[in-house]
């Protein structure tokens, strides 16, 4: 049975994601024995709102945070330095946004509700599972690389064992049990919260689709400006190239 039909055999769309997140548990639980895992930790994110973290490893050499997404006979592409990424299913072009920033404010917001336990090691693993993808500019510091894109659970597995080849402990068996337990009690749990959370997400989506409609860059909050390029006029958010992203125009 291939890894899509097991996710196709779990009870509906909106249990699915908790159901495969029990199966990646059981599964890096037998790869990574050192590690404590959770998975489907919402926490306090930004302004108020709180973040959904698919998969937290927590193991000698640090603390991985994992974002799954899942892109049944998708091609991605992507770049680290864009918040926008594609995909191409069906001969049909889909945008979304950078699975690489959305994991990046995870570990920030995990980073902060952790900051007491001292400097650890956080690692971004983004597993995009499609039929193919190619990303580019991930790693801000190639000769410390802390953040690894794949579309295989096997493939990710290997990606964290490069991530780490060569680092030494950082946390002991103590010091693992500790963080583990502290996320348990600082985690949200109950349904109202995550009622709250999926609400926010929809509420953000629509946002962004009127900030898209008003010619506002959805991320810097400015008005984009028209451009001339080398495939005709487009909007473009004023700040490039610290942000890159770009409207095509109505035309």
Same mark, same amino acid.
């Given at each position: ?15 699915m $994601?908790?159901?495969?997140?029990e199966?990646? +548990?059981?599964?890096?639980?037998? *790869?990574f /024995?050192?590690?404590l895992?959770l *998975? %489907?930790?919402?926490?306090? =994110?930004?302004? =108020?709102? +709180?973040s959904?973290? %698919? ?8 603390i991985?945070?994992?974002e799954?997404k ?8 992507g ?5 926008k ?10 945008e !979304? ?8 404010? *995870?570990?920030?917001?995990?980073k902060n509700?952790?900051?007491?336990f001292?400097? !650890? ?20 510091n ?5 953040t690894?894109?794949c579309? +295989?659970?096997?493939?990710? /597995?290997?990606g !964290? ?24 009690? $600082?985690?949200? *749990?109950?349904?109202?919260?995550r009622?709250?959370h999926?609400q ?7 946002? !962004? ?11 810097c909050? /400015? ?6 390029g080398k ?6 958010c004023?700040?490039y190239?610290?942000?890159?992203? +770009?409207?095509?125009?109505?035309k």
């Open positions: 049975m291939s890894l899509f039909e097991k996710v196709k055999s779990f009870p509906s769309v909106n249990e $994601k908790g159901s495969f997140g199966w990646m +548990t059981k599964y890096y639980s037998k *790869h /024995t050192d590690a895992i *998975h %489907d930790v919402l926490i306090d =994110g930004g302004n =108020g709102y +709180t959904q973290i %698919d998969l937290i490893m927590i193991g000698a050499k640090g991985y945070v994992v799954v899942m892109f049944e006979g998708a091609k991605i592409y770049n680290g330095k864009s918040n990424w594609y995909y191409y299913r069906g001969g049909k072009k889909y !979304i946004y950078s699975p690489l920033r959305q994991n990046k404010k *995870h570990v920030e917001y995990l509700m952790l900051s007491d001292g400097e !650890i090691p956080f690692y971004s693993v983004i597993t995009l599972l499609c039929d193919d993808f190619k990303v580019e500019n991930i790693n801000d190639s000769q410390s690389p802390d690894v894109v579309n +295989t659970l096997v493939s990710m /597995t290997r !964290i064992q490069l991530l780490i080849k060569n680092k030494e402990d950082v946390l002991n068996e103590k010091n693992k049990q500790e963080i583990f337990n502290f996320i348990l009690e $600082k985690q949200h *749990h109950g349904k109202a919260v009622v709250e999926k926010q997400v929809k509420a953000y989506k629509e946002s !962004i689709e009127e900030m898209k409609n008003a010619k506002i860059c959805p991320y909050k /400015t008005d984009l400006v028209l451009r001339k495939f005709g006029d487009f909007y473009g004023p700040n190239p610290k942000c890159r992203y +770009t409207l095509k125009t109505d």
